[in-house]
């Protein structure tokens, strides 16, 4: 199967506190991507990260990090010290051949709500 | 860079009049772009992959003949939607792929469709 499970469905933090994004995915493929997307309020998905399966090391991107475990099939996002500009939908996708063309396979998205 | 815009953001119709949605790429060019469609508080549904210079490949159970997909060039896709019903109303959102290169997919603002 080709899956990707976000758990949280909602989350809620103060600002400056960490909250971490959990994705565990599924897929037969040996080459594959994963993606984090951002959704604002006002619709527009925007891209965050791509992570090729090969490539396990970690990355950091200012307040944002992300973790991938191959042997969890887990792509966990983390904000550090969160701001309420941060609020919003995220989604986790895989991207998979799916009947012979590269299709995104989205999770359900957590939604994330920074208070002040 | 890698930019799409979405034509019109918003549009309320009468039932059983048709719609037209323009998706393009300003600044590279793409040989596929997708469309989905997302209902409230749901995560993104994909309707169709459309090829430039052939005909659009719908996921199963969307209607070919009521999402009408045009790709006419490597910069532009339309969404037609026909004889629009109340049950049509929804968020609908292209995306597009570079030719070559990174395999994320960049997403338009959205447009939501209102069918009265």
């Known amino acids: 199967a080709q899956k990707v499970t976000q758990a949280q469905t909602e989350i809620s933090v103060v600002e400056k506190e960490d909250v971490t994004l959990d994705c565990v995915y599924e897929?037969?493929?040996?080459?594959?991507?994963l993606f984090w997307y951002k959704q604002p309020p006002s619709g527009e998905l925007v891209f965050l990260i791509r992570?090729?399966?090969?490539?396990?090391q970690n990355e950091i991107s200012g307040r944002y990090s992300w973790n991938f475990q191959k042997s969890t099939s887990s792509f966990n996002f983390t904000i550090t010290a969160s701001q309420v500009v941060d609020s919003a939908v995220y989604f986790c996708?895989?991207?998979?051949?799916?009947?012979?063309?590269?299709?995104?396979?989205f999770g359900q998205g957590t939604r994330l709500t920074i208070n002040p | 860079g890698a930019v799409v815009s979405q034509h019109p953001s918003w549009v309320i119709c009468k039932s059983g009049t048709s719609v037209k949605i323009e998706c393009r790429s300003l600044?590279?060019?793409?040989?596929?772009m997708f469309w989905y469609r997302q209902f409230p508080k749901q995560s993104l549904m994909l309707m169709a992959t459309?090829?430039?210079?052939?005909?659009?490949?719908?996921e199963q159970g969307v209607e070919k003949d009521k999402f009408l997909i045009n790709h006419a060039s490597l910069t532009l896709s339309t969404l037609t939607v026909t004889s629009a019903h109340p049950e049509d109303s929804s968020f609908y959102i292209c995306?597009?792929?570079?030719?070559?290169?990174?395999?994320?997919?960049?997403f338009g603002p959205g447009t939501r469709l209102t069918v009265t």
């Open positions: 995306s597009a792929r570079f030719l070559t290169g990174p395999r994320e997919q960049y």
């Open positions: 459309s090829n430039e210079g052939s005909k659009a490949t719908y």
């Open positions: 992570r090729n399966s090969f490539d396990e």
């Open positions: 600044d590279f060019q793409a040989t596929t």
């Open positions: 996708a895989l991207s998979a051949l799916i009947q012979g063309a590269q299709k995104l396979v």
């Open positions: 897929t037969r493929d040996t080459t594959y991507y």
